[in-house]
């Protein structure tokens, strides 16, 4: 992160850990070009990353791209690019950050070039927006497009009906077009093992989310927590990686509880719990720090928040991604993203 301050920010081992994650992510997207691997650009809500990986494709994810920027404090030029070519002001930034960043060269955040993708895989779960953003996207690469159409749960539940409309788009469209693009057949076993890794850390999160009941919080649901979803509803569910990351995430909350601490900040321990706050919306995320001291220094912790529930509403309904019904458990998953339920 950057900011206007004298001393650095305080991080965890859990921190560094998932630094290190989302630095190999990007390794290995900018080197598909020289190692063949195959490029998938995919969102963050639905994204089926234990499928993708089935096909040894890299994951990229054009809002993680954006937030990367925006917290380098890069973005403002890249909107205003992406405004200049004709995208209204009221057009989410997400979309304008992210083509400002092709209009400029399309770097990742390792000084690279970010290779074309070889495919883009439309989850559609709720988000108009996306919709428009992938035509935009399918309009400059000319790359296969899949769309995988996911029910709204305006009842607030998932019947048959609806599991079994996604399960045949899978079948039918998204294995078909992955396996003529990564040129690897699909194994379904395989499916089954990164599911298993997946119900792991998904179960570490819900914990670490549920701490949060305590008072004190020894953690903030909301500033903290967006850290806690990146590599769950990114590139990296379904991964040894992923199970390590929680499994330290959690090691460290239970031991902050049992000595009474509240949650770690920028700026070191936070003081005394004054209070208890719910937020919706995501963050300001150029002024990330500065915004989240606002809060913290006056003893406000979020204890639940919309945005980190962006990918999955795990601790709501107990979905886990269950190995023995592949297909039917990332269906589920795709429907349950907040931003598909009434």
């Known amino acids: 992160m950057c900011?206007?301050?004298t001393t650095d920010a305080i991080k965890d081992a859990s921190m560094l850990k998932q630094k290190e994650m989302i630095?190999?992510?990007?390794?290995?997207?900018t080197s598909a070009p020289e190692t063949g691997v195959k490029v998938s650009s995919t969102f963050v809500p639905g994204n089926l990353n234990e499928l993708t990986m089935c096909f040894d494709m890299a994951n990229n994810l054009p809002e993680i791209n954006a937030l990367s920027n925006a917290m380098r404090k890069k973005t403002g030029a890249m909107i205003s690019d992406a405004e200049k070519m004709g995208h209204s002001e009221d057009v989410c930034?997400?979309?304008?950050?992210d083509l400002g960043m092709m209009a400029k060269g399309n770097i990742a955040p390792n000084g690279k070039p970010m290779p074309n993708p070889d495919m883009l895989m439309l989850s559609y779960t709720g988000c108009y927006t996306f919709l428009k953003w992938f035509e935009l996207l399918r309009e400059q690469y000319k790359c296969p497009t899949v769309m995988l159409h996911v029910p709204y749960e305006g009842e607030g539940k998932i019947t048959k009906n609806m599991r079994d409309y996604v399960v045949k788009q899978l079948k039918e469209e998204v294995i078909p077009t992955m396996e003529q693009v990564s040129g690897v057949k699909f194994d379904i076993d395989r499916l089954r093992e990164y599911m298993k890794d997946s119900a792991k850390a998904e179960d570490d999160l819900v914990w670490v989310l549920q701490s949060a009941k305590n008072v004190r919080s020894p953690i903030d649901a909301y500033f903290g927590a967006v850290y806690y979803i990146g590599p769950i509803f990114s590139a990296f569910r379904g991964t040894k990686d992923a199970v390590?990351?929680?499994?330290?995430?959690r090691s460290e909350i239970e031991e902050r509880l049992a000595k009474g601490l509240g949650p770690v900040t920028p700026e070191g321990e936070m003081g005394e719990e004054k209070y208890r706050l719910v937020v919706e919306g995501p963050p300001n995320w150029t002024n990330f720090r500065e915004f989240w001291k606002m809060f913290h220094e006056d003893g406000a912790v979020v204890v639940a928040s919309s945005y980190s529930k962006v990918g999955g509403v795990y601790d709501y309904d107990g979905f886990r991604h269950d190995p023995q019904n592949p297909l039917e458990s990332l269906a589920e998953y795709c429907m349950g993203c907040y931003t598909n339920r009434n």
């Open 23 to 29: 630095a190999s992510n990007y390794d290995k997207i």
């Open 3 to 5: 900011a206007d301050v």
């Open 244 to 249: 390590e990351y929680y499994s330290l995430l």
């Open 93 to 97: 930034t997400y979309v304008k950050a």
